[in-house]
């Protein structure tokens, strides 16, 4: 069994129609040392007793372990009847919660020398690219490194942490965010802004195993779809890194 840890609520709010951010403090006095890209496991139980538990990506912007004291972020996508659901919004600020953790290897590699990074996510995929921000900005500066980000979903209003990627791009040269949407475009898209799936604008891009690796997280089909893309640019399996997301109640 997995250490398992109290974590107490002490902000949220509402990062689209159906996705919450969650804001908590591992609440044991200990560190919770992890690295971007990883995620952490809830553990809770169902009405008639039976333990589960629940996946979490952390999407926490840090360049450091965290210390006590120091809050960790999740999306938490509301799935109607989902269990998980019930557990998050019935979770009033100072209400706790037991987590394990973290796990995970789909973090940056520091020993890769890659020219560009493609980060590619749909729904609640984004959010280990918004943790990994601090480190694709030193990463950046140290050796120039390219990054895009490609971001699927549906409307703007479903594009989660939409103004923290576009404040960094604007910080940042070297990094180009494109939000695909499938359904919806704002009133007034910008340059980048594109209309579909982040499958069907990749090889916009021009997926190049010279300089390239790649970073998939979130609908399985999205990521199918853009593995079988990459390979057939020439990437190799050591430059497709890769999570799916699927929604469970």
Do not use: W
Not at 20 to 42: A, E, K, M, N, S
Not at 114 to 136: D, F, W
């Amino acid at each position: 069994m997995p250490v398992q840890f109290p974590m107490k609520l002490v902000d949220r709010r509402m990062l689209a129609p159906t996705v919450g951010h969650y804001q908590f403090l591992r609440d044991d006095g200990q560190p919770l040392d992890f690295q971007p890209g990883q995620f952490i496991q809830v553990h809770f139980q169902y009405a008639d007793g039976t333990q589960t538990k629940r996946s979490y990506s952390l999407a926490t912007l840090h360049d450091h372990a965290l210390g006590p004291g120091e809050a960790v972020d999740i999306a938490v996508s509301f799935v109607p009847g989902g269990a998980a659901t019930a557990l998050f919004e019935g979770l009033d600020i100072g209400g706790q919660l037991s987590a394990s953790g973290p796990y995970g290897r789909f973090c940056l590699q520091p020993g890769d020398l890659n020219g560009r990074y493609l980060l590619i996510a749909t729904g609640t995929g984004v959010t280990p690219y918004r943790s990994m921000l601090p480190l694709l900005a030193t990463a950046m500066a140290e050796r120039g490194l390219q990054v895009v980000l490609l971001q699927g979903a549906r409307s703007p209003a479903e594009l989660l942490y939409s103004e923290d990627f576009e404040a960094f791009a604007a910080a940042q040269p070297n990094f180009r965010y494109i939000p695909c949407l499938s359904r919806e475009l704002p009133a007034d898209p910008g340059p980048d802004v594109r209309h579909g799936y982040v499958q069907q604008h990749l090889a916009d891009l021009a997926p190049d195993a010279a300089t390239d690796i790649a970073y998939l997280c979130g609908n399985p089909d999205m990521v199918d779809a853009c593995v079988d893309a990459l390979k057939l640019a020439g990437l190799g399996n050591s430059q497709i890194r890769r999570e799916k997301y699927v929604s469970s109640k």
